[in-house]
């Protein structure tokens, strides 16, 4: 497994399928003065079963699709197809805004997805159409059934908490893990690219502390589990009588980089090497002219060599070049 300049394995590869979105949450993408990366710059699905292949071959065994929204792209089943094959990837992801799982739901599992996380930050949908923006909460919610009907266990639901729009509805979503076997995980925003996304996510900030204690004032009290992995960037917790789980990214109050054992590749070929940091390795050139899987391998390699130690958003440092839709969370 490949280690990187701080002894950290770094065996999980979160992959972009697109930086275009159905929806337009108030934290990770603008209405306007969007530019996308042309379509001949976006990796095709074989481009992207070779770096999952290189990827493999050195020691990662996880990845998880991403966007964007990853269900955009039309060959995303295949996607999914080519990349369960692989020998070595023995955990295969995709974290989608549901919209579209009604129809995909199956498909996806049929191609030997498992594990897929729902991105949903209330229940209530006036509020969920302002969050949110583009999507309904009717839309979102046959997806997640959809998942559930096709299989998909357990089902896990991401929050992203945002003050003044939706911290209250966080009791009525960690409900759901009283009465489901589902996971429901709250996120800490995190301020990237620069513009009014990156001040709405400074402005509106709530640590997970809060949120925790305010869902324990309504529901009881929930008590920790320990983590079955080092690397699980969620602290996760169960009611009592709860089915399911109560899950905190908490990223800016209680940072994982300690146990960061991601790399991450951006729709257009760029390992991005920390999540709130700009540095980049640019992977395109060798996948487009011949370079083969050493040439990859060999990149991939300089990349993890590169990662930094961790984020300074106690300095005000993050990503300026990119934001959350254009790296994929
Ligand atoms: N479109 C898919 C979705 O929403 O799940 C996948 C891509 S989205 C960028 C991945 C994750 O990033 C989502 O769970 C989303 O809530 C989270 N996210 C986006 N912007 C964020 C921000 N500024 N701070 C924290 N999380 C953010
Ligand atoms: Fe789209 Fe996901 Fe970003 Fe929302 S968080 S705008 S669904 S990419």
């Not at 995303?76 to 080519?82: G, H, L, P, T, Y």
């Not at 999540?275 to 040439?295: C, F, S, T």
Request: hydrophobic share 40%; with cysteine.
């Amino acid at each position: 497994m490949p280690q990187d300049s701080f002894g950290r394995e770094i065996n999980y590869l979160r992959i972009s399928l697109t930086d275009h979105c159905n929806l337009r949450c108030v934290y990770c993408m603008p209405l306007r003065g969007l530019t996308f990366v042309p379509g001949d710059e976006v990796l095709t699905a074989s481009e992207i079963e070779q770096v999952a292949k290189a990827a493999a071959k050195v020691g990662f065994n996880k990845i998880r699709l991403t966007g964007g929204e990853p269900l955009l792209r039309k060959d995303a089943v295949e996607i999914v197809d080519r990349l369960q094959k692989i020998e070595g990837i023995t955990d295969l992801g995709m974290t989608t805004n549901a919209i579209l799982l009604p129809d995909l739901a199956q498909p996806l599992f049929d191609a030997g997805l498992r594990r897929i996380n729902i991105h949903i930050d209330t229940l209530d949908p006036a509020r969920l159409k302002r969050v949110m923006r583009f999507g309904t909460f009717e839309q979102i919610w046959s997806g997640i059934e959809a998942a559930d009907e096709a299989g998909f266990a357990p089902i896990k639901l991401n929050s992203v908490v945002v003050r003044d729009y939706n911290e209250e509805d966080v009791v009525d979503l960690a409900r759901l893990a009283l009465e489901r076997n589902w996971h429901v995980r709250f996120i800490e925003l995190m301020p990237l690219g620069g513009g009014e996304c990156a001040r709405l996510s400074l402005s509106q900030y709530v640590p997970n502390p809060e949120t925790k204690e305010r869902i324990e004032t309504e529901l009881g009290q929930l008590r920790e589990i320990p983590p079955t992995s080092p690397s699980d960037e969620s602290r996760n917790f169960r009611f009592g009588q709860g089915a399911g789980v109560v899950g905190f990214i908490s990223p800016v109050s209680d940072p994982y980089c300690g146990t960061c054992n991601r790399m991450r590749l951006t729709a257009d070929g760029k390992f991005h090497l920390c999540l709130l940091n700009d540095h980049e390795v640019d992977l395109k050139p060798a996948l487009r002219n011949g370079g083969g899987g050493k040439a990859i391998g060999d990149l991939l390699a300089q990349a993890v060599a590169q990662k930094p130690t961790g984020h300074r958003l106690d300095e005000g440092v993050s990503t300026q070049r990119r934001a959350m839709f254009q790296i994929g969370g």
